[in-house]
Every structure is written in structure tokens, then in C-alpha cells.
């Protein structure tokens, strides 16, 4: 709903707009994924999730640009 209204505003066709917010999906992915594990608890326990946060992140980030 957000990339419609956005689209609309800007007046550029849905798809465009759709693929723009898509190249940003995987920093903000990964970024949410690090944002969990920063609320969960002491930094000794963000260094142990890091590598599965990147992956889990950077994976949903790049399906949506697919």
C-alpha cells in the first residue's frame, strides 16, 4: 500500500517505484535482523547471531529484489 500511494503522488507507474524501494530491502532487512538482536540482550550475544542475522537479512532483501 505505501509504494502505491507513493507512486501515485510522485506519479510514476507502480512497477517503477516497486523496484526502487526494492534496492533498498536488503539494508533494511538486514538492518531490522541486527535491530533484534540489539533488543534481545548484552553484546556478547549479538556477536554469536551476527552471521545468521546477515544471512536471514541480506537473503530477504535480495528475494524482493528478484
Known sequence: MPVVV???FVGQ???QVGHY???F???ISTCIALG???IRGPVENDVQGL???LI???TAGFIAIA
Open 6 to 8: 507513493f507512486a501515485n
Open 25 to 27: 530491502m536488503p539494508i
Open 13 to 15: 507507474p507502480v512497477g
Open 51 to 53: 552471521l545468521p542475522a
Open 21 to 23: 524501494f526494492a534496492r
Open 36 to 38: 533484534m538482536l540489539w
Open 56 to 58: 536471514a537479512g541480506l
